[in-house]
């Protein structure tokens, strides 16, 4: 049988459509195989069709590349010509558009006219689920029980209905507590807490005048409410409909002493959504009574059914243990179960709910995502006979996963990869281990292991191995939003009566699935087993290494894992690991280190940037006065740039336009703050993570003044300033020692003031990296020249295998200026080393370049060994 061609289209006008791409990716990673053919497109913010590079989906966000897109690619002239192209191209559609176009039935009412298959919810179905006021009327209807809301039109009586409405509900019209948020649209966006009538009204009009939505729904806050959420998949055949809802998800919001006041009432919006922070924690199974968690799945199913959902959606709602006065005057019982929200095109990144919950009962990525699609095409008289199979290269997953790695088996290579930490930087770490994992498992000859980095209980340093323990983590415990998540997740998973229940309702929900899936002919059988979690003392899992003779892909950022450490503790054993050595990984771990190394370039046209290393504890007890005229003489500025001396991922780093900013930040040191809320500076800024635990050193340096670039998808406008012909890049390395090679710089591009964030460096749909840099900004001349001082400075520093140099250079004369450099650099889907390695002759996709840094460990691993004989 032919090849099934899958036509998978992204992007769309809504602000989602950044998510959109991380979604797509995904999909595209793991639904590629011999017996499909996948075919990209992008709908940008003006709804014109592009059918795209499957590159194009490794960008962060599409505003990396709207800009460009008529030069890059195929172009349609109208959506009724992109139909007639996806009639003659695809067999099938695969829409990940999330929102309006993609969700609100518009995109499904073109493919329906087109009469081109696709999978998920018909366009008259997505219409009515799709608006959360006319979707929780229809739930009434049905018989659901539904949160109290009241929806707002930007008209003149919507004051006097509202006021009703808080009367009604028992609701203090000058304090009731309420959540606004848009009617159509996901990703928690514009979602907020309001406080009364007026406040009600102000951020409902927000929403209607920032273009978010056109309408607003205001809800009863549920105190005492704790939220979930659901997957649910269609398993029936062809048009028969059998919906079985997975394990839900608790999502439970944590506070940690650093909330500011804005955030006392916090909720799950698309910051805690997205970005890997210990502000939200998730359990899956959830721990609710086992009668409620049957109760959300089987009202789950009803609703799907009800709703005439197809193939698969997720659900949202509320479980209330104790429902308050409000919710009992509509009748409500204790243990009450509630549904809010459908999303009929739930988020696809690599560790959202769809893969949490999907792996706990037995799927792994591919074979979920495979399982949906295969429904789709049996919902489909002409693709009826297609069978998707499981992706064979994934098939190692089942044999690797879930128990102690084998030592007796010698077909295949051993790769450990360790992630994890107690620095700052452990979340971003998981990600980027994650994605690691993820991509070395398309390779047949490689036996792949997540391992999780557990955080410090003594030191390390002084010998006290055994202060430090390493998890081998199951598929499904690796997909968790934090290392903290993991971990509790590992405790729980010791337990034996959790277990036990863990195990008893996994095995409901197989038994539900398997139920329909047997008499599918495509289905064999479940790929990810039900594995226990093991503990490793840190010098205990150096001896399975060695035993294993396994390769270890350190995904550590900072910290033992990037300052020399681990790279000692594994060359003393002649291990083989990925990235540069002790001395290099020491020396770049240190930022002044790094810069008194470089200092000989100079003449070379390679530049560094003045520091000043302030202790902590002199911070909070000098006069900060005193100390901010000592920086600003010596350092010779007006404004500084603050950064922790050996942390990463742009936690804590921050302009200081003034001495009172200084205080600030000084204060936050002093108080543990884990965050600074925005704005609180004198010039407006984003939010800025700072590091947990507080650094005892801080590094001052000048801030580096840089021409402003601005990047707009919606015009698909660049500019760029280009006075004072500074423009920062990042730009990765790799290769032997003494012989690095310098990827294309990516231009980073700034969107939330002076300073890159956390949301942009690493929340997928959220910064903005260039790559290669237009010709507009820097020639190839200077780009070249750029290459060549990158690569000095590599072979200076002595790295070898991989790195990534951040560093601000010359348009012009292509000098560098360097920022710092990052021996275990972030291997997120989305990083900028990915983007890179595309750019290369011939381009390297993810699985391609992780297992290129691979091969570069062990090749450095048998020259060591040859030297030594």
């Not at 090849?3 to 459509?17: A, D, F, N, W």
């Not at 608006?131 to 659901?144: M, P, T, W």
């Not at 406080?195 to 549920?222: H, P």
């Not at 015009?715 to 790799?734: A, H, I, K, L, P």
């Amino acid at each position: 049988m032919s090849k099934l061609r899958v036509g998978l289209i992204c992007g769309g006008p809504s602000l989602e459509r950044g998510i959109s791409l991380n979604s797509a990716r995904s999909l595209l990673h793991h639904i590629q195989g011999d017996d499909l053919e996948v075919k990209c497109y992008y709908i940008d913010c003006q709804l014109n069709a592009f059918a795209i590079s499957s590159s194009q989906l490794y960008s962060n966000t599409p505003a990396d590349f709207d800009f460009k897109l008529e030069s890059l690619a195929q172009g349609f002239h109208s959506l009724s010509d992109f139909m007639d192209h996806l009639v003659a191209s695809v067999d099938i559609v695969f829409p990940v558009i999330h929102g309006p176009f993609g969700e609100d039935g518009t995109i499904q009412e073109l493919l329906e006219r087109s009469k081109i298959p696709f999978v998920g919810t018909r366009a008259s179905e997505c219409r009515k689920a799709f608006d959360k006021y006319e979707a929780s009327l229809e739930l009434e209807r049905k018989g659901f029980m539904t949160v109290p809301s009241f929806l707002v039109k930007g008209g003149k009586r919507d004051e006097t209905d509202l006021l009703r409405w808080f009367e009604r509900n028992q609701l203090d019209v000058k304090a009731g507590k309420v959540v606004v948020k848009p009617t159509k649209g996901g990703s928690s966006i514009g979602v907020s807490v309001a406080y009364g009538l007026t406040d009600s009204l102000e951020k409902a009009s927000q929403i209607i005048s920032e273009g978010i939505d056109d309408k607003a729904l205001v809800e009863i806050f549920l105190e005492g409410g704790r939220e979930f959420t659901v997957i649910v998949l269609d398993v029936g055949t062809g048009s028969d409909c059998n919906p079985v809802a997975l394990l839900p998800t608790e999502i439970e919001l944590q506070s940690h002493g650093g909330f500011d006041v804005t955030e006392k009432d916090a909720i799950f919006n698309f910051r805690r959504k997205y970005l890997p922070t210990q502000q939200v924690t998730c359990h899956t199974p959830p721990r609710f009574p086992v009668d409620v968690i049957k109760m959300i799945r089987e009202g789950a199913s009803q609703l799907f059914q009800h709703l005439g959902l197809s193939d698969f959606a997720r659900i949202d709602g509320w479980y209330l243990p104790t429902p308050s006065s409000r919710m009992l005057c509509r009748k409500s019982e204790p243990g009450e179960v509630l549904f809010t929200d459908i999303n009929l095109i739930s988020g696809m990144e690599q560790t959202s709910f769809l893969f949490q919950q999907a792996s706990t009962v037995g799927f792994s990525h591919s074979k979920v995502l495979r399982s949906i699609l295969q429904h789709a095409c049996s919902r489909f008289a002409s693709l009826a006979s297609y069978s998707v199979q499981s992706h064979s290269l994934l098939g190692r997953q089942k044999e690797s996963l879930g128990r102690e790695p084998d030592s007796k088996r010698s077909d295949v290579r051993k790769v450990f990869v360790l992630f994890g930490g107690d620095t700052s930087e452990r979340q971003v770490s998981l990600m980027s281990g994650t994605n690691v994992w993820l991509n070395l498992h398309t390779f047949d000859d490689l036996e792949v292991a997540p391992f999780l980095l557990a955080p410090c209980v003594g030191s390390i340093l002084d010998g006290e191995l055994n202060s430090r323990h390493i998890w081998s983590l199951p598929y499904s415990l690796v997909l968790r939003h934090t290392t903290e998540e993991i971990i509790a997740a590992c405790a729980e998973a010791m337990e034996p009566e959790r277990a036990a229940l863990t195990s008893y309702l996994r095995k409901q929900v197989m038994n539900d699935l398997e139920e329909s899936l047997r008499k599918q002919s495509w289905f064999t059988d479940f790929d990810v087993p039900d594995g226990l979690p093991v503990k490793y003392s840190l010098e205990d899992w150096i001896k399975l290494v060695k035993e294993v003779q396994a390769t270890v892909f350190i995904a550590v950022h900072g910290g033992i894992g990037e300052d020399g450490t681990l790279q000692s503790l594994l060359e003393a054993e002649a291990i083989p690991y990925t990235g540069p050595g002790v001395m290099a990984s020491n020396i770049c771990m240190d930022k002044v280190a790094t810069s008194l190394a470089l200092k000989h370039l100079a003449e070379y046209g390679v530049l560094t940037i003045d520091k000043e290393v302030r202790r902590r504890a002199d911070l909070v007890h000098m006069p900060i006065p005193e100390t901010w005229q000592d920086l600003i003489t010596r350092l010779q500025c007006e404004t500084l740039c603050v950064k922790p001396a050996r942390d990463g991922c742009s936690t804590g780093v921050a302009r200081l336009r003034c001495v009172e900013d200084l205080g600030i930040y000084v204060k936050a040191l002093e108080n543990h703050l884990i965050r600074i809320p925005a704005n609180s500076f004198s010039k407006a800024h984003g939010t800025i993570e700072m590091p947990n635990p507080p650094p005892d050193l801080l590094i001052f340096e000048p801030f580096i003044e840089t021409d402003e670039i601005k990047v707009s998808s919606k015009s698909r406008c660049f500019t760029w300033e280009g006075r004072s012909r500074w423009v920062e890049v990042t730009v990765g390395v790799m290769g032997t020692r003494g012989s690095m090679h310098s990827l294309t710089p990516s231009v980073t591009v700034k969107e939330s003031g002076d300073i890159l964030s956390l949301e942009e460096k690493f929340q997928g749909g959220t910064g903005i990296n260039i790559t290669p840099p237009p010709a507009s900004v820097i020639s190839q001349d200077a780009l070249d020249r750029c290459k060549q001082r990158i690569e000095l400075i590599a072979n200076a520093l002595q790295l070898e295998g991989f790195s990534r140099i951040d560093a601000f250079v010359n348009a012009d004369s292509g000098e560098v200026l360097v920022i710092e450099v990052n021996t275990v650099p972030g291997m997120t889907p989305s990083t900028v080393l990915v983007h890179q390695a595309l750019a290369e002759n011939p381009p390297m996709y993810p699985h391609q370049f992780f297992r290129k840094l691979l091969d570069l460990a062990l090749e450095r691993s048998m020259v060591k060994t040859q030297l030594a004989v």
